[in-house]
């Protein structure tokens, strides 16, 4: 199936640090989502992207889909402990019923 | 108070043994997800259903059964034929298959095969 890729794998920064994690799709996507897993947790939905070069903001974080729909991004200013978890990106085609996650992006933040 | 439920939270099973989890949503969502986890290796799809009585493979369904007889509940089977069963399974709903929906995920059933 089509493939979206998601780098880093892992990011250990310190509190306060900024953090960003890369969403690639080599196809174009109707859509991107992002979700939050918590360590132990389940994954939550934070967002959704449709339009191409859009841009959205939740307090801290900020989300991007490039002008192509081919890729996108999460960057997180001045990490706090509470970000820690693994941020998935998933998106979709518009020929296609199901959402393709990404391996996702495993966010440590130590004080 | 709405939402998705699987249980048990974690499962064991010997080898051979055919195992089915359970998935219940009340949030009268249309499209129901099994998806498994292993570390390092995101989300992958095993089954998804868009409507009771109908369902479709996903990228990795070798192995594992579904069946959805109700709106309101989607069962996994881990067959003996799973070569590798051992993962955290989740569990979503969204309101249809249409992917600009968002997916509600249950709280997951960590299984073990011994």
């Known amino acids: 199936g089509q493939q979206v890729m998601q780098i880093p794998q892992y990011q250990h920064v310190q509190e306060g640090e900024d953090f960003t994690t890369y969403c690639n799709s080599s196809?174009?996507?109707?859509?991107i989502q992002w979700y939050k897993q918590r360590p132990g947790g389940h994954p939550v939905f934070l967002i959704q992207l449709v339009k191409s070069g859009e841009v959205k903001k939740q307090k801290r974080l900020t989300f991007q889909f490039g002008e192509a729909k081919k890729n996108s991004s999460l960057h997180i200013t001045a990490t706090q402990t509470t970000d820690v978890g693994t941020y998935f990106c998933a998106g979709a085609t518009n020929s296609g019923y199901a959402l393709n996650f990404g391996k996702g992006t495993s966010l440590l933040v130590t004080p | 108070d709405g939402g998705i439920t699987q249980s048990p939270k974690y499962l064991f099973r010997k080898e051979g043994q055919n195992v089915t989890l359970s998935c219940e949503q009340n949030?009268?969502?249309?499209?129901m997800y099994w998806y498994r986890q292993d570390p390092g290796q995101g989300l992958r799809l095993i089954y998804y259903s868009q409507i009771v009585n109908d369902f479709q493979k996903g990228d990795i369904a070798e192995g594992y059964s579904v069946s959805r007889e109700k709106k309101e509940s989607f069962p996994l089977t881990v067959t003996s034929a799973q070569k590798n069963p051992t993962a955290f399974y989740l569990c979503?709903?969204?309101?249809?298959?249409?992917?600009?929906?968002?997916?509600?995920f249950g709280p997951g059933t960590r299984l073990t095969v011994l």
């Open positions: 979503a709903s969204s309101i249809s298959t249409f992917p600009y929906n968002e997916q509600f």
């Open positions: 196809t174009t996507l109707s859509n």
């Open positions: 949030l009268n969502h249309d499209a």
